[in-house]
């Protein structure tokens, strides 16, 4: 059996993650430990809450000594670290909590690892961490740190902390680099679900800039799986990018969504852009592709249609988010417990 603490699972790709692993692993046993944030919502984790193989802790990734309690009391193997703020608008408007959690946060989780001698480490970090790309080329693991956005550089900085704990201390460690992820659950800030919503809600969809900056696209299930090759099968300090191959232009992406839910173009109303908006990211796969053999298999236009299905078939979930009512409510949910 092995035994996972993972951070950040109650939010959008660590409930990802937890759904995954409980129902493909039946040998792991997780203990999800979470601060539930706004974006962190047991909601995303309804149905395995209960689930004999996972435990849910309410605690702070900066709460050291929680940290360690658990991984004496649950006879803790592996850290995977998803736990962070992840917005870069709100990195904008108030960088301390991402350092704080994202920097600060993961030099405790690296700090307990060391301490309680964990076997494997697992930095769930992102393509950001390189900067922009102009019109050509992509990111490949050896391409320089150069981060724009105070999120990008508090998630670069835990990548360097991680790097720094493996050479001092030779903790186990492997770092993943993934693009942007879409999917269920996603909190409606981010581009896809804040688009799907306000489509749904007959809202403005606001574009920043010209609509031609480009992200690369990726399934969170494909994301998932590859975490998973990672954890199991990656070596010891490397760093691995994690993409699909999929860069769209913002506009693109939107309008896809529009004509998906029947919408009208004329809800898309350009906006002042992002402060020092990243023009283009795209990501080289192939070390992932051909040293752990991982493929990613959700084609953009097939996420894409059983994204808005979810969200479609989950409005409850995305008005109670929306309304603000959703922390009353995992409040009451946890209270219940
Ligand atoms: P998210 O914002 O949806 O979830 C973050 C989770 O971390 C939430 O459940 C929140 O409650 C929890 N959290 C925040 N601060 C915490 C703290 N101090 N202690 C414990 N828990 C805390 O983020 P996401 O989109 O699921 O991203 C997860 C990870 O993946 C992040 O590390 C992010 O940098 C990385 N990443 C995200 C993407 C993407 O496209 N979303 C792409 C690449 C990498
Ligand atoms: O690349 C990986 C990163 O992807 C992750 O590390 C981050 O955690 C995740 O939030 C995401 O960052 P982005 O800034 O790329 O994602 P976001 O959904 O905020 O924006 C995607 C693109 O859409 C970006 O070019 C900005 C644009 N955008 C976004 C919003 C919220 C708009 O045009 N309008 C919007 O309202």
Redesign the pocket.
Known sequence: MKRILVTGGAGFIGSNFVRWILTEQPDCFIVNLDKLTYAGNLENLEGFLKHPNHIFVKADINDGKTVEEIIDKHKIQTIINFA?E????RSITGPKIFIETNVTGTLTLLQAACDKKIERFIQI????VYGQLGPTGKFTEQTPLSPN?P??AS?AAADLLVKAFGHTWGLNYSITR????YGPFQFP???????INNALNDKP?????D?L????WIHVEDHCKAIWKVLAEGKSGETYNIGSSCEKQ??E??KTILKLLKKPESLITF?K??PG??KR?AMDSSKINSQLGWQSLINFEDGLKKTIDWYLQNKKWLSRITSGQYQQYYQQMYANR
């Not at 993934?178 to 992820?181: K, Q």
């Not at 800030?189 to 688009?195: R, V």
């Not at 969809?205 to 800039?209: I, S």
């Open positions: 962070a992840s917005h870069v608008d970090s992102t393509d950001e956005s999120y990008s998630k993934c693009s942007n992820n800030e981010k581009m896809i679900p804040l688009m969809l606001p574009v920043y800039g609509g900056h480009v992200r690369d913002n506009i992406v939107v906006v852009d992002r908006h990243d990211y």
